[in-house]
């Protein structure tokens, strides 16, 4: 193979694997993403929460028979109990946090819809004052003018009388022709 077909080849594969690296960057810190990743944090329940309910029926048990249990047992049931509701409390920091980011969005697309409406609006109401002048233009461009009527009318009348002139002409002139024969 020529060296030239290689370093091509090379080429187009480096080329292949940069556009598959960007277009994956893109698709993983682009805002749709984003907004994706948030309805999804929001709308999930706290895994947490349920393990920490689980976790409730065993520290009514040792509640009940707390003698039973040594000082060892409860310092792991309660290092346990912290770590479940820091969990908690973490998960539901993120919940807040995208829920407050999806409200912050749609804000922002209720701004700019409004935005768009009084455009559309003022869209429409120039279309419509462009509508109403161009009818007057091309009502003022169709309706004939006095002058106008006037100068068809003494050209029909010039062109009327010319005709008439050379039609009486034409019939003497054949006229003439039938009483030679």
Do not use: C
């Not at 409860?74 to 969990?87: F, P």
């Not at 908690?88 to 993120?94: I, W």
């Amino acid at each position: 193979m020529p060296v030239f077909r290689q370093r091509f080849i090379l080429s187009a594969i480096l080329l292949a694997m940069l556009i598959v690296l960007v277009r994956g960057a893109i698709l993983t810190v682009g805002e749709e993403n984003n907004r994706r990743a948030n309805l999804a944090i929001m709308g999930r329940s706290a895994d947490s929460l349920a393990r920490l309910n689980a976790h409730m029926a065993s520290l009514d048990r040792m509640t009940a028979n707390i003698e039973r249990y040594n000082f060892g047992q409860i310092r792991e049931t309660l290092a346990l109990t912290n770590s479940l509701v820091s969990q908690l409390g973490r998960e539901f920091a993120a919940q807040q946090k995208s829920w407050e980011a999806i409200q912050a969005e749609i804000r922002k697309d209720e701004i700019s819809f409004l935005d768009l409406k009084n455009q559309l609006a003022q869209i429409q109401k120039l279309q419509a004052g462009e509508i109403v002048r161009l009818k007057q233009a091309i009502d003022e461009a169709t309706r004939p003018s006095l002058v106008a009527d006037m100068v068809n009318l003494f050209f029909s009348f010039v062109l009327g009388f010319l005709s008439s002139i050379a039609a009486s002409w034409a019939y003497v002139r054949w006229k003439g022709r039938s009483e030679v024969e």
